[in-house]
């Protein structure tokens, strides 16, 4: 977001805003790989039954990936219709109803068995 501001706020030369723009990117795949990234691999296995946990695994990084491309495909369309802070409001009223989803609605799986966790997700359901 710094970045982001920063280029509107101070326009810089073209060869400097590449600069940026690489280096942005390469920021934000390093903190969603150490952040948001995993949570996805750690969360299932602990939630879901050992006889679906493949099938489950399989369409949510399968969903994952069909997310990214399509953000990568229609990114600079929406930036060009809507605006550059519209779209990144959008990314973030995204990320706050994930956060509010899992808050509300992932069990917690500290210091707990298989057999616990299935009986509060059975219980929420």
């Known amino acids: 977001m710094f970045l982001v501001s920063s280029g509107i706020i101070f326009p810089l030369d073209e060869q400097l805003s590449n600069n940026l723009s690489i280096l942005g990117t390469i920021m934000y795949i390093f903190s969603f790989a150490i952040g948001a990234g995993p949570v996805t691999g750690i969360i299932i296995p602990e939630l879901s039954s050992t006889r679906t946990r493949g099938k489950i695994m399989g ?3 399968s969903t994952h990936w069909v997310c990214n491309f399509v ?21 973030g009223a995204v990320s706050l109803f994930a956060a ?12 707990r068995s298989l057999e616990e966790i299935e009986r509060s997700i059975n219980v929420k359901a």
């Open 59 to 61: 369409f949510s990084f």
């Open 71 to 91: 953000v990568g495909l229609f990114f600079l369309e929406l930036v060009e219709k809507f605006g550059v802070a519209p779209v990144y409001a959008s990314f």
């Open 100 to 111: 509010a989803f899992a808050y509300y609605f992932i069990v917690e799986t500290k210091g």
